[in-house]
């Protein structure tokens, strides 16, 4: 499978057919997009995942919550697979939702046709991509449920949950191990018991997580990620998934 930029490779997830083939028309008008299948349910989604091998996926983020495509999240944590979610309104359940699913990036179906290329590119560039004007109802989000009521612990243990305000800080595996005088080896496979417990795969996933359940007291950091005007701050945008 080709990872060169002119060849970067989609299938479109969408129950309307009018839908997938404006989709369509208009990705295909880039050179440096392919579209390679379109599905209208879950099930077709995810099997068009395994037979195409697409580096993107865009979905309508009702079709991915509605149809719980849990399987569609776990691929993506295992692959060069990256997800765009498509959403007809913007609010901030379904935007903290999308990326605790999974999404790499969010559009919102009313946006401009560049927005929907740009985005693309940005996340096959490595970046989680929020629309400008989505990305305070985000950080809105996030400051409404910090500390307002008491954690569950998930059956984590006192070092996890310090491991973990330490991730929402931003801090590297490198970093982490310094702070509490331990191995990076032994970061990750912290780090690999906290993604099993809470049910992530990403560590932006785990960030979004542990300041949705209130697992840490940590506000997290602002950092850089891309919109449509640019990069604005947001919460610390996780190091590359395989660091964990």
């Known amino acids: 499978m080709s990872n060169e930029p002119h060849d970067f490779r989609i299938l479109i997830a969408d129950e309307q057919p009018v839908v997938r083939h404006g989709l369509r028309r208009l990705l295909e008008s880039d050179a440096g997009l392919r579209v390679v299948g379109e599905a209208s349910d879950a099930h077709d989604a995810v099997e068009l995942v395994l037979q195409l091998k697409p580096h993107i996926v865009l979905v309508d983020f009702h079709l991915w919550r509605q149809s719980k495509l849990q399987s569609l999240s776990g691929l993506a944590s295992l692959s060069t697979l990256r997800i765009v979610a ?30 929907l290329l740009t985005s693309i590119r940005g996340v096959m560039a490595g970046q989680y991509w929020l629309e400008h004007e989505s990305l305070g109802i985000l950080v809105d989000a996030l400051r409404e449920v910090h500390g307002s009521s008491a954690p569950k612990d998930y059956g984590l243990t006192r070092r996890e949950l310090d491991i973990i305000a330490k991730i929402v800080n931003g801090r590297s595996n490198k970093e982490v191990g310094e702070d509490f005088s331990i191995s990076e080896r032994t970061v990750k496979h912290h780090l690999t018991n906290i993604f099993s417990k809470v ?46």
Not at 92 to 102: N, Q, R, S, T
Not at 210 to 219: G, I, P
């Open 199 to 244: 049910g992530v795969t990403s560590r932006l996933q785990l960030a979004l997580f542990a300041v949705n359940h209130h697992l840490t007291s940590t506000r997290p950091v602002r950092t850089q990620v891309m919109s449509t005007q640019g990069p604005f701050a947001l919460l610390q945008p996780m190091r590359s998934e395989k660091e964990a």
């Open 86 to 115: 498509m959403v007809t309104t913007v609010q901030k359940a379904d935007i903290v939702e999308a990326f605790l699913l999974g999404a790499h990036g969010i559009v919102p179906k009313t946006s401009a046709p560049r927005v």
